[in-house]
């Protein structure tokens, strides 16, 4: 099976564009879709569009689609993701505030093999940063693989032995051959806000029959998305990290 795994699409039409283009003669089994469809960005309805026209799709929500679509009020959240909350629920059409808030909660287990998450697989809103939070993951739940976001930040945490080992993907194309043995957690990077000091849109696709992941970063119009943002009354912040992938 081949899978294309997005994560924290944040209403960045401009890059999830360029993300499907640069697939586009490729053949995936399944999409997996790891949550934050929405917030920040300009174009929240046409990225949930995109999502929910997509074939052989697994989504799960993110926490700024739960305050996005009420379920959530974000008082957590910074002023900039707060401003971008509200604006984001007035501008959600009823069909795809309904849809968001109806999406399920990870994880969920895709193909007996495959845990997708938003923040981690035992609570959607936890961040994992650290090599301690991968590990504690892993010794709390027993899974193969498990894919997740919200940090924005692609890495691979692979475990065997009671040891943990860490890689940190960088560069345009960089594939990796799953080893026998290990239990992988994977963070595929941001679709539409990447925060590895690295702009591109950051994504993955798994073969689960030839056991690698490839991780790919793809260039989209960023001046055009800022402009969006800007012209949107969104806050300035939101577009001027975008140039910087912060
Ligand atoms: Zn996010």
Not at 198 to 217: C, E, H
């Amino acid at each position: 099976m081949k899978y294309l795994i997005i994560s924290d699409l944040h209403s960045n039409l401009e890059a999830l564009s360029a993300v499907l283009a640069s697939v586009k003669r490729k053949k995936f089994d399944r999409v997996l879709i790891l949550g934050d469809l929405v917030g920040y960005g300009a174009n929240p309805n046409q990225v949930v569009n995109i999502v929910r026209r997509t074939k052989q799709a697994v989504v799960i929500r993110g926490n700024h689609d739960k305050v996005a679509c009420g379920i959530e009020n974000g008082e957590n959240f910074n002023r900039a993701a707060q401003a971008s909350a509200h604006w984001t629920q007035k501008k959600l059409t009823p069909e795809n505030r309904s849809y968001l808030s109806h999406l399920p909660q990870g994880p969920a287990l895709v193909d007996n093999e495959i845990l997708i998450s938003h923040g981690t697989p035992i609570d959607e809103d936890a961040y994992i940063f650290s090599d301690y939070d991968a590990f504690e993951v892993f010794q709390m739940l027993d899974f193969k693989i498990c894919f997740f976001g919200h940090t924005h930040l692609p890495v691979v945490y692979a475990v065997s032995n009671q040891k943990l080992y860490t890689f940190r993907p960088d560069g345009e194309r960089v594939k990796i051959a799953l080893m026998n043995g290990f239990k992988y957690m994977v963070n595929p990077g941001s679709v539409g806000q990447p925060r590895d000091k690295n702009p591109l849109a950051s994504f993955a696709m798994f073969d689960s029959d030839q056991r690698t992941i490839t991780f790919k970063r793809v260039e989209y119009s960023i001046p055009k998305t800022q402009d969006k943002i800007l012209k949107a009354g969104l806050p300035q912040s939101l577009a001027n990290r975008l140039a910087i992938g912060v």
